[in-house]
């Protein structure tokens, strides 16, 4: 299992986000480079990036400094937020970016998703905002779009999509547990691997994830950060549960 550290760029910093509102973010870093290097250093496998400024507002004034780590970095970075349109994707595909992420564009704009899982084919994951009851949020978490887990994981499966991040949306990911039931049945329903881009609250939560299966599949990764910036755990111990260090 990949362990993948988070990297949420805001106006140029690395921050946290307390409940998942970029209105209430909290700086971390003047230089989301160092940060992202830290998280190297410290045994993460892959670098997940997330532009909330491209995210929340369609401003794109990160995108320079995604590539730079992108470049800098010698393992593969994950780029999401703001990849709405081909050429969004094709720019920071063609920067190195060794995945994208699409969100909301993936669930509302299928068509031009699914043409750009053709064009670029083990590139493009979709993430995906799941409610207990499977339904998944959009734009942020403010908007229900009327799909569903099962079905949406099907047709972006089979139109090609690399993998899929998949979030409990509403979650305090400190102080409630992974949602498993959605996890174990995102892994019964496709064979491209299933991220828990929650993360855990503390390493038995990760030992958990580790161990998850359905159908004869285990989870391809999982997301941390804030858990190991608010002392949960460290990058080390994380890494040493998931088989990586």
Excluded: C
Aim: hydrophobic share 45%; aromatic share 6%.
């Amino acid at each position: 299992m990949d362990l993948y550290s988070r990297v949420n760029i805001l106006d140029g910093r690395a921050v946290r986000l307390p409940h998942g509102d970029v209105h209430e973010a909290i700086a971390l870093d003047a230089d989301p480079l160092a940060r992202a290097r830290g998280w190297v250093e410290k045994g993460a496998a892959r670098i997940h990036v997330v532009d909330l400024n491209a995210a929340a507002y369609g401003d794109y004034r990160n995108r320079p400094l995604i590539h730079g780590i992108i470049e800098a970095l010698d393992i593969p970075v994950q780029v999401a937020g703001g990849v709405r349109s081909p050429q969004e994707a094709s720019q920071l595909i063609d920067a190195g970016a060794w995945r994208v992420v699409m969100g909301t564009a993936a669930i509302e704009e299928q068509v031009m998703a699914w043409d750009l899982f053709r064009s670029y084919p083990g590139k493009v994951a979709v993430s995906l905002d799941v409610l207990p009851d499977e339904e998944l949020v959009v734009r942020g978490w403010t908007a229900h779009s009327g799909r569903f887990l099962e079905e949406v994981l099907i047709e972006l499966s089979s139109a090609g999509a690399a993998a899929f991040l998949v979030s409990e949306a509403g979650r305090d990911a400190l102080e409630e547990p992974p949602n498993f039931g959605i996890l174990r049945r995102a892994l019964a329903i496709v064979d491209e691997p299933i991220i828990a881009a929650g993360g855990g609250r503390d390493l038995n939560d990760l030992a958990a994830l580790y161990e998850l299966e359905a159908a004869g599949k285990r989870l391809g990764g999982v997301v941390v950060g804030r858990e190991v910036t608010e002392g949960r755990f460290t990058m080390e111990q994380a890494a040493e549960i998931l088989h990586d260090a």
